[in-house]
């Protein structure tokens, strides 16, 4: 199984980005779970997004109202629509997908919020 992240950058606080998470080598139907984590530099990865086991999405306190998880099952790939950025979205984002019991994880994307 292997994972592509796209869509890292520099923006500017209060802008936008759409971050792609391309999976192959499975498919979305056996997939048990998927979403996006998030580490900045010193601090312990955290969730940022996620669709769960059990069909439901789950969002991190700090991105609630501001990003969007969402999937397109035909292309086997799902997005992360950041909106409102602030500096402290600032952090490398890891995509991960879950299958069998066993996490499969990207190689990450810089995203930096800065003026």
């Known amino acids: 199984v292997q994972l592509v992240e796209s869509g890292g950058g520099l923006v500017q606080p209060g802008g936008s980005l759409r971050l792609s998470c391309a999976v192959s080598?499975?498919?979305?139907?056996?997939?048990?779970?998927m979403g996006w984590y998030r580490q900045a530099p010193g601090k312990d990865r955290e969730l940022v997004a996620a669709f769960t086991s059990g069909g439901t999405t789950d969002y991190g306190d700090s991105v609630k109202g501001r990003f969007t998880i969402s999937r397109d099952n035909a292309k086997n790939t799902v997005y992360l629509q950041m909106n409102s950025l602030k500096p402290e979205d600032t952090a490398v984002y890891y995509c991960?997908?879950?299958?069998?019991?066993?996490?499969?994880w990207g190689q990450g994307t810089q995203v930096t919020v800065s003026s």
């Open positions: 080598g499975s498919s979305f139907s056996i997939i048990n779970a």
């Open positions: 991960y997908v879950k299958q069998f019991g066993v996490n499969y």
